[in-house]
Structure formats: structure tokens, C-alpha cells
């Protein structure tokens, strides 16, 4: 008996001294700031993690921790336990939306998915960064398990249909004669006087690709005006005629259907500062992948957008990969993959307001026009105000706002300090002067095989494009900006576009030359506008099939084209007849333009090893070997 007490002794003595020991370990771990996710509750085994990140970040915002860290693994997301917020995104579609981590408020807080891929299910945001400072973002995965948007391989096309073939990726059904997407279950909630409550994917355009060369068909056009869905009518199981006539696509192409909105974007930054995102692959969201808005200092290193490994999806996102809105500090992309997204790479620029009505000489009414903008303030008191002639861009001046009054997401009554110019008028616009002025780094960057064009560059901070390569069906640069239709203010101060590799661009229907400018200045004001200013390009090859301008351009003060190279090629066919002009260059002063060194193949090889780039060339890998392309992924 004693020696059986000595025994329960010992092991109480034991097991006392084993729970401090853990005990100690886990408080440890909270006192060097660390959380273990796995250690959370973290499962790999395909439950909801949704709720243990709600946790970790309360423990976040105690004060307890600064770094979440994820095992390696796949870790699923579901939006019936996640937070939720109305959210006005700029260019993305305002609403209720569900969020899988909510980093708001937030301080000096690190999440490294330690290479986890991190998969959504349904309706949800990934991650929103609001109202915080010095947030980091590392070595994960994003994918979503179905998709926001469909892709049918094309089996046939005539004049007035298309046959199409839909894998088990992009579940479907046919209900009253029209396509419908559906998710791969019905849903079992309960229905509503008007809805099923089942998750549906609606559609509003039509896009081809081309598989062989994972890129958008050649000279591919939009289509567009789908209202409710398509016609349609199913041949067999797996295969659709779809009752379109001339629809822009060969056999063997890969038609994607566009989302009707977005919803969900991969990650919105808002209000924040010091956000660096870095070793993430993003595969898939239902929006742009990286939105930004009244934000600063924001820093993307190797960010690869880029479909899922395997083969199985063409597109990877569904909009711009990234977009910045009325930003300043720094904006960073270095060592980034931008590919086969369904817009642009990236677009910087600010917002405008139109003024809807003058009540007194310093009081006035304004409107957010965009309704992907509409929410998305920037008026406030104190806020120097930009006022510009909407038909020309042009400047007038500027006022201090004194008060604001919010009448809904659209309208705001403005009262500035001091009475207007004379010169203001209804229809005229007005921005904050002091945002968008962020210096822009984009480096070593490829972008390739995406929708429309490469880069919009609108900032008016000191830019600075140098490294990468291009290969887009559009324009590789533009420079936009306009208050007749998106409202986006743009008007560059300061770029540099040097020791770029443009490769075979526009080969689609997005642009007229390989950079260009594309602003809103209605005709008869061009020639004394000059929206766009001190624009140089330095020491880039171009490799061309086309016969349109390296350059097209206008309302430009300051433009030097000068130690550039040119290869010819004969990558696509030649689009039309007609005569080439190397530059298109109108109103437009202090221009200096040499023509481009002839280079051959050899000669360009021999260029590109010399600059040390580190980018891989859309051509230096053959799309055609999976291999290869999946290891470059």
C-alpha cells in the first residue's frame, strides 16, 4: 500500500511539474509575441480555421502577441464564422462582406503562413488591413475552392453559336434556357419570398484565351451586354451550345466568363501605413488582388499572381492584380509574377469628384460619379483641394476645405476657407492635392498573358520603372487620368522607364502603341494641356511584329526616348497593311526623340545578360512544356 501511495505521489508530483512546464512554454511563446496556429486549434484537415484567426488576432489586439505563424499545410476558410463589415473598395463593388482575417486597428503585427496554402470557401474577403500601421504578410498561399468566375474550352464556332465543353472545376446547369454557374452543392439554408439562398456565380462578359500560349487569344475582343446570362442549350453532359452570334474565339481557345462584380478581393488596405506583403501566391479571388486606398508606404516583394499549378484554370484573378488609390509614401513591387489576370497589372492613381452645384462663392456641392468609387471619401476638413476644368484637366487652383457635410455615399457639401475662382463651374472637378503623390518602384517585375495592358502610372510622385519585362495584348504603359468617365486623377510629375524588356505587345485589341498616353482631354484643349509631364525612356529593348508606334503620345511637357533598342520579330501576324510610324507625338513640348538602335536576336541575348536582370522573359521558358512553366511557378 505504501509503496502504491509512493507511486500516486510521485506521478502527482510529475504530472504537476509537466503542466508547469507547458504552461511556462506556452506563456513564453506569448511573451515573445509568437502564436503558434497549430497550436491554437489550426487543423490541416480541411475544418474551419476561420474562428481560431479570430482568436489569435484577439489576443492580438490584448496585446499578447504580434506574430500568427501557420505550420506548413492547407488550411480552409469558411464565411459562416467570419467577421463582417459593409465596405466601400475603390474601383471593387461596395457591401456586406464577410472577412477571413480583419486586421484592423492593428500595430508592429507579423502573419507567416511558414509556405501554408491558404484555401476560401464562398463569399469572403481573404484579408483586410485597415486603420493599421507596420503590418506584414508572408510565404502563403491563396486559392478559393471554386472559383468566381467559369472557363469552357471552345469545341466549335459559327455565326451564331459557340459549343463549349466545362469541366467538373466550373459546375453548371441549364434553367430556362440559360447558362447558369453553379456552386458544386445546393445550398441547405433556407430560402427567402426572393432568392433560393443557393450560392450562384453570374457572369457579365465573355473573354478567350489561348491554352498553348496561356495568354489572350490573338486580337480577342470582349463580349459584353449578357444581362442575365446567355442562351443556351445543353448538347451532352459536359458540353453547351451557347447561343452567341460572331463571338470573338476559335476552336481549342478557352472562353472565360467574367464575374458580374467584385466582391472579393484578395487584400484590401485601407487607411494604413508600412504594409509589406511578400512570398505569396496568389491563385485566385473575385476582384483585384492587392487594393489600396488612402494608404502609405506599401511594399509587394515576389507577389506571384498566377493560376493554380496543374492546368485546370487559365485566369487567375478576376480584375487589376493591384491598384492604389490616392496613396502616398512609397509604393514598392519588386521581383513580382503578374499573369493571366483579367485586367492590368497595376494602376496608380487618385480620385475626382465632380462638382454638381455652387451654392455661395466658398460652398458647393460634389459627387462621386464611379459608382465602384462612390463611398470611398477623401474630402475632409483641412484637406487641400486640387481644382480642376474637367474638359481640359486643367488647373485652376486650389482651396482649403473648411467643413464637410456627408449627405449619402455620392454627395458631399463642400465649404472651403476662402471663396472659389471665378473660373469654376459646374461639371468641373476637384481632388486632394496632396494625395496620390506616392514614389513608385516597380523592378524586376514580369507581366504577361493578362487582359488589356500592363501598367497605368498616374502618381505624382517620382516613378521609376526599370527591369521588367512585358508581354501584354495591350499597352505595356499608359498614362491615363480623366473626370469625364472613371474619374481617376492621374497627371505624372517624374517617371523613368528604363532597361525594360517589351516583348511582342499589343497583340490584342487594348492599345495603339506599346506606351501611350490615353488621358480624357477632349480634342480642342490638347494642344494647350499638358496633363502628363518629365516622362523618360532610357535603354529598353523593344521587340516588335506590329506596325504600331513605340510611342504615342500627347499633352506631354518634358519626353526623352533616346539609347533604346529594337529587334523585329514575327511572333503574331501583322494586324493590317499600312504604314508604319515608330512615334506618335502631338501637342506636346520639350520632346526629345531618338530613333531606336536595330538589334538582332543575337545582340539582344547578349543585352539582356548584360544588364543582370533577374526576371525570366515571357519567351526565355516554351509555354508549351507544362514542366517547365509549373517549375517557373
Not at 480620385?351 to 460619379?369: D, G, H, Q
Given at each position: 500500500m505504501d509503496t502504491i501511495m509512493k507511486q500516486i505521489r510521485i506521478s502527482f508530483v510529475v504530472g504537476i511539474g509537466l503542466a508547469s512546464f507547458l504552461i511556462s512554454g506556452a506563456l513564453s511563446a506569448r511573451d515573445a509575441g509568437v502564436i503558434n496556429m497549430a497550436a491554437l486549434g489550426a487543423k490541416t484537415d480541411g475544418s474551419d480555421t476561420t474562428p481560431i484567426v479570430r482568436a489569435a488576432l484577439a489576443e492580438v489586439r490584448r496585446g499578447e502577441a504580434t506574430k500568427l505563424v501557420f505550420p506548413p499545410g492547407r488550411y480552409d476558410f469558411y464565411s459562416v464564422r467570419a467577421n463582417e463589415e459593409y465596405l466601400f473598395v475603390s474601383n471593387n463593388d461596395a457591401g456586406l462582406k464577410r472577412i477571413a482575417f480583419p486586421l484592423q486597428g492593428?500595430?508592429?503585427?507579423?502573419?507567416?503562413?511558414?509556405?501554408?496554402?491558404?484555401v476560401f470557401h464562398g463569399e469572403i474577403v481573404p484579408f483586410l488591413i485597415g486603420d493599421?500601421?507596420?503590418?506584414?504578410?508572408?510565404?502563403?498561399?491563396?486559392d478559393f475552392i471554386r472559383p468566381f468566375h467559369s472557363e469552357g474550352r471552345v469545341l466549335a464556332v459559327t455565326e451564331d453559336y459557340v459549343d463549349l465543353a466545362f469541366t467538373e472545376e466550373f459546375p453548371y446547369e441549364i434553367r430556362n434556357g440559360v447558362l447558369v454557374?453553379?456552386?458544386?452543392?445546393?445550398?441547405?439554408?433556407?430560402?427567402?419570398?426572393?432568392?433560393?439562398?443557393?450560392?450562384?456565380?453570374?457572369?457579365?462578359?465573355?473573354?478567350?484565351?489561348?491554352?498553348?500560349?496561356?495568354?489572350?487569344?490573338?486580337?480577342?475582343?470582349?463580349?459584353?451586354?449578357?444581362?442575365?446570362?446567355?442562351?443556351?442549350?445543353?448538347?451532352?453532359d459536359g458540353r453547351v451550345r451557347l447561343k452567341?452570334?460572331?463571338?470573338?474565339?476559335?476552336?481549342?481557345?478557352?472562353?472565360v466568363f467574367g464575374p458580374a462584380k467584385r466582391n472579393y478581393p484578395g487584400f484590401i488596405i485601407t487607411d494604413s501605413s508600412g504594409v509589406h506583403l511578400s512570398g505569396i501566391n496568389l491563385h485566385h479571388c473575385g476582384g483585384m488582388g492587392v487594393i489600396a486606398q488612402r494608404s502609405a508606404d506599401l511594399f509587394l516583394k515576389n507577389i506571384r499572381v498566377t493560376p493554380p499549378a496543374g492546368g485546370k484554370r487559365i485566369l487567375s484573378i478576376t480584375a487589376d492584380a493591384t491598384h492604389f488609390v490616392n496613396c502616398t509614401g512609397r509604393i514598392e513591387m519588386v521581383d513580382c509574377l503578374f499573369e493571366q489576370q483579367k485586367d492590368d497589372a497595376t494602376n496608380i492613381?487618385?480620385?475626382?469628384?465632380?462638382?454638381?452645384?455652387?451654392?455661395?462663392?466658398?460652398?458647393?456641392?460634389?459627387?462621386?460619379?464611379h459608382p465602384q468609387q462612390a463611398g470611398v471619401d477623401f474630402i475632409k476638413s483641412g484637406t487641400r483641394l486640387e481644382l480642376n476644368d474637367g474638359p481640359s484637366l486643367q488647373r485652376h487652383g486650389f482651396a482649403r476645405v473648411k467643413s464637410v457635410e456627408r449627405i449619402n455615399k455620392e454627395m458631399t457639401l463642400v465649404e472651403t476657407e476662402a471663396p472659389l475662382p471665378e473660373d469654376i463651374v459646374v461639371g468641373d472637378s476637384i481632388a486632394d492635392a496632396d494625395a496620390n503623390t506616392a514614389d513608385v518602384l516597380i523592378r524586376n517585375c514580369v507581366i504577361r498573358g493578362n487582359r488589356a495592358r500592363g501598367i497605368l502610372l498616374g502618381s505624382r510622385g517620382k516613378m521609376v520603372i526599370e527591369g521588367n519585362t512585358f508581354h501584354t495584348p495591350g499597352a505595356a504603359i499608359l498614362f491615363e487620368g480623366d473626370s469625364r468617365y472613371w474619374f481617376e486623377q492621374a497627371g505624372v510629375r517624374d517617371v523613368v522607364i528604363r532597361d525594360n524588356t517589351f516583348d511582342n505587345c499589343n497583340y490584342g485589341v487594348w492599345g495603339n502603341a506599346c506606351i501611350q498616353v490615353g488621358s480624357g482631354i477632349e480634342k480642342e484643349f490638347r494642344s494647350t494641356s499638358r496633363y502628363n509631364r518629365n516622362i523618360r525612356i532610357e535603354n529598353n529593348l523593344f521587340r516588335v511584329f506590329s506596325p504600331l508606334p513605340l510611342l504615342s503620345m500627347y499633352s506631354v511637357d518634358g519626353l526623352t526616348f533616346v539609347d533604346n533598342q529594337l529587334e523585329r520579330t514575327e511572333a503574331y501576324p501583322v494586324p493590317e497593311e499600312k504604314e508604319e510610324k515608330l512615334f506618335v507625338i502631338t501637342n506636346s513640348e520639350?520632346?526629345?526623340?531618338?530613333?531606336?538602335?536595330m538589334v538582332s536576336k543575337r545582340q539582344r541575348k547578349e543585352m539582356t545578360a548584360n544588364r543582370g536582370n533577374t526576371v525570366i522573359h515571357p519567351k526565355a521558358v516554351n509555354l508549351k512544356d507544362n514542366r517547365l512553366r509549373h517549375a517557373f511557378h
Open positions: 492593428m500595430e508592429d503585427v507579423t502573419i507567416d503562413g511558414g509556405g501554408a496554402t491558404f493599421s500601421n507596420d503590418v506584414s504578410l508572408k510565404n502563403f498561399s491563396v454557374f453553379t456552386s458544386h452543392q445546393r445550398y441547405s439554408g433556407p430560402a427567402t419570398t426572393v432568392s433560393s439562398g443557393e450560392v450562384l456565380y453570374p457572369y457579365s462578359s465573355l473573354l478567350a484565351f489561348d491554352p498553348e500560349k496561356q495568354e489572350t487569344a490573338y486580337m480577342a475582343k470582349d463580349r459584353y451586354g449578357l444581362g442575365e446570362g446567355a442562351a443556351a442549350e445543353e448538347i451532352s452567341l452570334p460572331n463571338l470573338s474565339a476559335d476552336p481549342g481557345n478557352i472562353l492613381h487618385g480620385l475626382y469628384a465632380k462638382i454638381t452645384r455652387i451654392l455661395a462663392p466658398n460652398r458647393f456641392e460634389v459627387r462621386l460619379v520639350n520632346v526629345k526623340v531618338e530613333d531606336p538602335r
